[in-house]
């Protein structure tokens, strides 16, 4: 059975710094396309940030883009997701997916067939 669980949530003060660990088991993800989601209270679930599976080919929404960075260890089953000069407007549920097998938009959350449970980060003022 897949599995996919988080790790490196937290509270944070403004202009800190979080890196966020997915573990998956179960399965074989070298080929899969992997992603960080998030879902802010009140908000519907948002792309953050995707890896191919080669690991060279990353996307990131705007709002995160020259502040986050994703990377994987496939050799590990692990994807990372470096948070820098957090906002405020970052806080939410932090939600790491997986995909069964290459997909074409990696930045289509609905394309993802595993999910995680969650991290907190929360980004006090």
């Known amino acids: 059975q897949v599995q996919l669980v988080e790790s490196g949530g937290g509270l944070v003060q403004a202009g800190g710094s979080l890196r966020l660990s997915c573990a998956a088991s179960g399965g074989t993800f070298s080929r899969s396309s992997m992603a960080w989601c998030r879902r802010a209270p009140g908000k519907d679930l948002e792309f953050v940030a995707g890896?191919?599976?080669?690991?060279?080919?990353?996307y990131y929404a705007d709002p995160v883009k020259g502040r986050f960075t994703i990377s994987r260890d496939n050799a590990k089953n692990t994807m990372y997701l470096q948070m820098n000069s957090l906002k405020p407007e970052d806080t939410a549920v932090y939600y790491c997916?997986?995909?069964?097998?290459?997909?074409?938009?990696?930045?289509?959350?609905?394309?993802?067939?595993?999910w995680g449970q969650g991290t907190q980060v929360t980004v006090s003022s």
């Open positions: 890896i191919a599976w080669t690991g060279i080919n990353t």
């Open positions: 997916a997986a995909s069964r097998s290459l997909i074409m938009n990696i930045q289509n959350i609905q394309e993802y067939n595993y």
